[in-house]
């Protein structure tokens, strides 16, 4: 994949390629901080962030805490308002849900373009990374890996539009996915060896249902954790 | 949050291209969009990254941006990814609408089917979708499509007579669909009809020589 590929896919809700090896950037890890943060209820939802506090906490400047503040209002986790600050907003079971169904009709998309332009070479690549899926020692690997194959997917569809589309809905929690929702690492690689059984056999539509799947999958097991977390908002 | 500067160029540069205005292979002639629309040079530049990001430009270092003209897959692929986004409106319409708000909806529906010119067809449909989404209540579904950008030529409906008719059977017979509760009818019907539809937006731009076909250059 040409370099400009990972400026294409980051924003994407995927890792850039680069934070596999390096460090994520001070902005990223900020935002993971605050997120859990709000998953262990030590930031309760219409809580004011003290972004001076996280500043001096965490040894960054202001700047990595404004751009996590703008990355998290995106993501739906904070809510920033331009006079008084970001609040922790709160995500309610259908937000959580809607979250992953549209997110599932973007990748459900891009799946079935990949089956249409699947080939014995796309096919061998894919079959090498899902074994290296399998293979992956924890959950950090494991994200790495399926980053890759998220990413691969992304380019055999070869669409700019369902890229942006991609773009425009930031996954709810990009990092550490597979360590902080049970059960997801499994939803994860059973979902995804159907869908790239389906791509392989060329089946757009079974690859386009089996990726909405999965995603949704991945929702009820989100708004469960949430749930059982008591984190849940009402609405 | 509004649209900015740039974000106006581009609606601008996109309808441009739909209408033929800019021709596949031409140089954008950036000081006249600037112009056109009221801006500074550095709006257009930002939206020409934009625009090329998303396909619709290609630039050329030291000669400028040239337009691509849209391939049949993007026109595809928006409509595609529209009626499928709609599709998920209506789902949630059904689990959550009130016999207000679907009373509204046979309103509307009733309004496009009783539409005599292409124009009124084109509002009267793009107020049905637009209640369907609104009574689905969902803020991610609103900012999702917010963000689709939209393919239809200014005269779809005045040139392709065909489509007049295949807009109001289709919002028919979604609604028919949401009335009976069955989501799944109704994704199935909207997303039939959005394909269908795309395909006459292809046959347009063909005819006016506006796309580059399957393969873009």
């Avoid at chain 1, 309610?92 to 080939?119: N, P, T």
């Avoid at chain 2, 934009?50 to 396909?55: F, K, M, Q």
Wanted: charged share 25%; aromatic share 4%.
């Amino acid at each position: 994949m040409a370099a400009g590929d990972d400026a294409a896919v980051a924003g994407i809700g995927l890792a850039p390629r680069r934070a596999r090896l390096h460090r994520a950037s001070s902005g990223q890890q900020v935002a993971s901080f605050i997120r859990r943060a709000i998953i262990s209820g030590e930031l309760r939802t219409g809580e004011r962030l003290r972004q001076d506090d996280i500043a001096a906490e965490l040894g960054v400047s202001r700047i990595p805490v404004r751009e996590a503040i703008i990355a998290l209002d995106r993501e739906g986790w904070v809510q920033l308002e331009a006079n008084r600050g970001a609040y922790v907003t709160g995500l309610s079971e259908q937000d959580i849900v809607d979250h992953y169904a549209l997110r599932g009709i973007v990748f459900g998309l891009v799946a079935s373009r990949a089956a249409r332009a699947a080939g014995p070479a796309p096919a061998k690549e894919l079959g090498r990374l899902q074994r290296g899926l399998r293979a992956a020692a924890d959950g950090a690997e494991f994200a790495a890996v399926n980053d890759q194959i998220l990413r691969f997917l992304v380019t055999l569809a070869g669409s700019p539009r369902l890229r942006a589309a991609l773009r425009v809905t930031p996954s709810i929690i990009p990092e550490d996915f597979f360590e902080l929702v049970p059960g997801a690492r499994e939803i994860q690689e059973s979902g995804l060896a159907a869908v790239i059984r389906a791509v392989k056999a060329g089946d757009p539509a079974r690859a386009d249902r089996t990726m909405r799947a999965v995603l949704a999958r991945h929702g009820e097991a989100v708004a469960g954790a949430f749930a059982a977390r008591g984190l849940l908002t009402p609405g | 949050m509004g649209e900015t500067s740039a974000d106006a160029v581009a609606r601008h540069v996109r309808q441009l291209v739909i209408d033929g205005v800019l021709r596949k292979g031409q140089r954008l002639p950036q000081d006249q969009i600037a112009a056109a629309v009221g801006v500074s040079r550095i709006p257009v530049r930002e939206a020409i990254i934009a625009l090329e990001r998303e396909g619709w430009l290609r630039v050329e270092p030291h000669r400028g941006a040239f337009v691509n003209g849209l391939d049949d897959e993007a026109v595809i692929d928006h409509y595609e990814l529209h009626g499928r986004y709609v599709g998920f409106a209506a789902r949630r319409a059904i689990a959550r609408m009130s016999p207000t708000q679907l009373a509204e909806l046979d309103r509307l529906a009733e309004r496009l089917a009783g539409a005599v010119s292409p124009a009124e067809t084109e509002r009267a449909s793009r107020a049905y979708v637009d209640g369907l989404v609104a009574v689905s209540s969902s803020a991610r579904l609103e900012v999702a499509l917010r963000s689709m950008v939209p393919i239809v030529p200014a005269n779809f409906y005045t040139a392709v007579p065909d489509a007049v008719v295949a807009q109001q059977r289709g919002v028919a017979r979604l609604h028919r669909a949401v009335r009976d509760g069955d989501a799944e009818a109704a994704e199935r019907a909207w997303i039939a009809t959005e394909v269908e539809q795309a395909g006459r937006v292809i046959a347009l731009l063909r005819a006016h020589h506006i796309t580059a076909g399957a393969t873009a250059s």
